[in-house]
């Protein structure tokens, strides 16, 4: 973690470079995967109902459809409950992706799925941007690979917990930024 501020650095200018390839007005499009890690705390707020109150950190890593691959920085604050009966998950949250100073993304994401296996897939959809990314639009469809309910099941209300790895992938980002970002 020592090494972040130099890895931001170099990833924020490719990062920027990917999202502002090609005629500014035209929709582009592009795939991307985020390695993640999470922190919070689970609730037990039925019977056989826990919720999850936390934040997911963790560098995107981005393939334009000229094939470059870069990164940025993604911190998403996020609630996730799990239906340990039904053995089914919703999620919804908020993400920034920062790609350097001044320059950033704002999404909303939501999802549904099975627990066990089947993960959790819904749709991520760009809310704005600022610096570069002003009125940046666009959305892909999401999939979520998380280990949370098997580390929540068990755990008293108000424990925290640290998840130390998960997966979140956009396979199609379509997005526009107006002319003249």
């Not at 200018?13 to 090609?22: A, F, R, W, Y």
């Not at 985020?34 to 922190?39: A, K, L, R, Y």
């Not at 340990?84 to 949250?93: C, F, I, N």
């Amino acid at each position: 973690m020592r090494n972040l501020p130099r890895l931001l650095a170099a990833v924020s200018g490719l990062v920027l470079l990917s999202l502002s390839v090609g005629v500014w007005a035209q929709q582009q499009s592009l795939k991307a995967i985020i390695p993640w890690d999470g922190e919070g705390r689970v609730f037990q707020i039925g019977t056989d109902t826990m919720l999850f109150l936390g934040a997911f950190k963790g560098i995107i890593y981005v393939e334009t459809s000229e094939g470059n691959l870069n990164e940025g920085f993604v911190r998403c604050p996020a609630t996730q409950k799990l239906d340990l009966k039904s053995k089914t998950t919703s999620g919804s949250g908020h993400c920034m992706i920062t790609a350097s100073e001044g320059d950033t993304v704002y999404a909303d994401w939501t999802c549904r799925g099975k627990l066990g296996g089947g993960g959790c897939n819904g749709d991520f959809k760009l809310t704005g941007g600022s610096g570069k990314f002003k009125g940046i639009t666009g959305a892909s469809k999401l999939m979520v690979r998380t280990p949370l309910n098997v580390l929540a099941e068990g755990m008293s209300s108000g424990s925290v917990l640290r998840i130390a790895s998960g997966l979140a992938i956009l396979p199609e980002l379509k997005y526009e930024i107006p002319a003249g970002q």
